[in-house]
């Protein structure tokens, strides 16, 4: 019996099927803007556990598509829950920092007062609540900031606009734990076998790279790990309008998947060393 991962082309589906023998499902495979295809697909393939990888991430494009995404973000997960609680395996669903209004400064901790400010953050919340009436042995795990050698990133596209400009002003009043794809992979594999053992240990977990950093800073450490000499201004979120709006506080305290699973928070900094390296071997390779 095999692990069903619901998306395929992802940054954290593509580093799950790097990882283990999965079977992952693309779009075509199982649309999730048609929730039902979600039991459909788990009662076909029958797996030993469900790890849900897609979702609706066009975090702006949202506020105008919010029915859409609480359709994929929502009620697909809530599908996939239930379908796994009556067949009595595990389900390792990803959410969000966004599912916090982002005040104050102190890490979020799994059991604080959610308050979306987005309607993406809004859609990964109804999620996160059919999930957990779903029961079973399911883990809700909240990432931030994610990042892989693959797919749309903050990565990528400073690596892009790095090599084409002298100055770029990014956003330092920001701040997260940036989170290497492969990381979340290695942790959704983990839990999955844990659940597996013990159903005792379902329930909403925070898991996000250390240390702590802003947008700016992020930027700076990539150009310093590229080799590029573009220089990076720091400016406010009010500088840099966009149609949703996202927390300054995306700090995630990620102490309770350390006690329950073992499970370290990731160094982001040697997790943009290898993406890097990844990328410089390719150019060699050509
Ligand atoms: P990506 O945006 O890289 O990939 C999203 C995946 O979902 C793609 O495989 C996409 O397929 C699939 N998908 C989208 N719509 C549908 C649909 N209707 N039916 C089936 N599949 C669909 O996501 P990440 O790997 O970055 O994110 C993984 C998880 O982490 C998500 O739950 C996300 O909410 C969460 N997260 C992500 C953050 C980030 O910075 N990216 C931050 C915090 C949490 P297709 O190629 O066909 O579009």
């Known amino acids: 019996m095999t692990i069903l991962v619901f998306g395929k082309t992802g940054q954290v589906a593509r580093e799950l099927q790097a990882l283990a023998a999965v079977v992952a499902l693309a779009r075509d495979e199982a649309d999730l803007s048609v929730p039902s295809v979600c039991a459909a697909a788990i009662e076909q393939y029958r797996p030993r556990a469900v790890i849900n990888a897609a979702a609706y991430t066009a975090v702006d494009r949202a506020e105008e598509e919010e029915d859409l995404a609480n359709q994929i973000n929502g009620f697909a997960p809530t599908q996939m829950a239930q379908a796994c609680a009556a067949r009595d395996i595990p389900f390792v669903h990803l959410s969000t920092d966004y599912v916090f209004d982002g ?12 308050r979306p400010i987005s309607a993406y953050g809004r859609s990964k919340l109804v999620g996160e609540k059919g999930v957990t009436e779903a029961g079973g042995r399911y883990a809700i795990l909240r990432t931030s900031w994610v990042f892989s050698a693959h797919g749309q990133n903050f990565v990528k596209t400073m690596l892009s606009l790095g090599a084409e400009r002298d100055q770029l002003r990014v956003v330092a009043d920001q ?49 310093a790990e590229a080799g590029l000499t573009c220089d990076v ?17 995306s700090r995630l305290d990620c102490s309770s998947i350390e006690e329950v699973f073992g499970i370290g928070r990731p160094d982001w900094q040697a997790g ?10 390719k150019d060699f390779d050509q």
């Open 103 to 114: 005040s104050g400064n102190a890490p979020w901790r799994p059991d604080d007062r959610t």
């Open 175 to 223: 701040i997260g734990g940036p989170t290497p794809a492969a990381a979340i992979a290695q942790a959704c594999i983990t839990v999955t076998d844990q659940l597996a053992k013990d159903s005792a240990k379902a329930g909403s977990y925070h898991f996000a790279g250390a240390p702590y950093t802003s947008w700016a800073d992020f930027a700076r450490a990539i150009f």
């Open 233 to 249: 201004a720091n400016i406010v979120t009010a500088d840099y309008l966009t149609p949703a709006c996202r927390p300054a506080n």
């Open 272 to 281: 943009l060393s290898a993406i890097l390296q990844d990328f410089k071997q």
